[in-house]
């Protein structure tokens, strides 16, 4: 994200002594992505950022995956995965069940009512969309307010907590990188500013406004990194709490953007997915499905036309309105399609002709399409509709 943000206190020029009231030195941190070659924020720590008191291993949640094999699209029902009173003990960091995932992308899902330990994901950036509940995450560059629609943006490394705020359970919807997630390209200059004819810009992008210095002695942070055939875990102990940062600049921080600050492409006929791209990482996008008004050439057909994704699969979630492509599926609320690779898919049947002289959708979904095959995590096993694969055929086997 290279637009450049200065939050409390640096100094006049970087790497130079900035001190204390008191006379003694502030710790400077370089917080980079691709080593020294790319965006960046300079950090200023009360305390030596690299102090660690004790080191342990944390069990992970089940990460284990299986291979979509005999080969067919798949109807998850995420909310069936969390009890009526369940998500009050459940924290959306340990507690996040894994639903698909491959090599370069993982999907998981939360309902939460307590606040999370602190973590810091050291394997890609985080992409957490709230589909309902608010929260205040805290972190190391200062506190975003959370709220339903919008998606929550964390660097690799990023130390944080979730803290979840208000009566009702925290739904979370997270898109974990095995890179960093930043908008699409396609929106971007050379130099990195969001376009004219992109469909958000700076404007819609919240980051922290404010330090936020926490004490503490003795704090745990949980870091999930790259280990010895695949991913593993391990429980820091930090002499000093880390949240200790007095300012930073830079153009590399946590944000929050919200999908009703989306404005959709249109057209005259049915646009395809890309013109609703939102973000990309290493070998997969993220798009959004906002309200918008259909298709305004006299014998459009506004729902998709059918398409092969031979190239990607195709994860849509369900997270608002009324999405007529999947109508008589059973798809609801809180639903995931998975569509892969080598699957023609499109609307349900009658869909099509229901369709012929609408003007406006009213639905909200997250897209996320891979270029490598998904896997289904233990969530997809225990979510899946068994029915959905043959309901274009009229079959409720």
Request: proline share 9%; net charge negative.
């Amino acid at each position: 994200m290279a637009y450049y943000r200065r939050v409390g206190e640096v100094p006049a020029k970087r790497h130079t002594q900035f001190r204390t009231p008191e006379g003694g030195l502030y710790y400077e941190e370089l917080m980079g992505e691709e080593g020294f070659s790319s965006d960046s924020s300079l950090l200023y720590h009360h305390h030596i950022p690299s102090a660690i008191a004790a080191s342990e291993v944390w069990d992970l949640p089940d990460l284990e995956t299986e291979a979509n094999h005999p080969l067919k699209p798949r109807h998850l029902k995420l909310h069936d995965l969390f009890g009526p009173d369940e998500w009050r003990d459940v924290d959306m960091v340990t507690g996040r069940r894994l639903v698909l995932g491959n090599a370069d992308v993982r999907i998981s899902y939360a309902v939460s009512g307590t606040p999370t330990p602190l973590y810091r994901n050291a394997i890609g950036d985080e992409c957490v969309y709230v589909e309902s509940g608010h929260a205040r995450v805290e972190t190391v560059f200062g506190a975003l307010n959370a709220r339903p629609g919008d998606y929550v943006l964390l660097p690799r490394a990023t130390t944080h907590r979730w803290i979840p705020d208000g009566p009702e359970p925290l739904r979370t919807y997270c898109v974990e990188g095995n890179s960093h997630i930043a908008p699409a390209q396609r929106y971007l200059s050379r130099f990195g500013q969001l376009l004219e004819h992109a469909p958000f810009c700076e404007r819609d992008l919240f980051g922290p406004t404010e330090p936020l210095v926490v004490e503490g002695r003795d704090v745990e942070v949980l870091v999930k990194h790259r280990g010895r055939g695949g991913i593993v875990g391990t429980r820091l102990v930090y002499p000093e709490h880390p949240f200790d940062v007095v300012g930073w600049d830079g153009c590399l921080y946590p944000y929050t953007f919200n999908v009703e600050d989306f404005m959709p492409i249109t057209g005259k006929v049915h646009q395809p997915p890309p013109a609703h791209q939102v973000f990309e990482g290493a070998n997969f996008v993220v798009c959004n499905f906002v309200p918008r008004k259909c298709d305004y050439h006299p014998l459009s057909i506004p729902v998709p036309y059918y398409h092969s994704n031979v190239d990607s699969d195709e994860v849509m979630f369900y997270c608002g309105g009324d999405y007529s492509a999947r109508k008589g599926s059973g798809i609801g609320q809180g639903s995931i399609s998975l569509h892969p690779g080598g699957h023609a898919h499109g609307p349900q049947p009658g869909a099509y002709e229901r369709s012929i002289g609408v003007e406006y959708l009213d639905e909200l979904a997250v897209m996320v399409d891979t270029f490598h095959p998904l896997e289904l995590g233990e969530a997809a096993r225990a979510a899946e509709d068994p029915r959905y694969p043959w309901t274009w055929a009229g079959k409720t086997q």
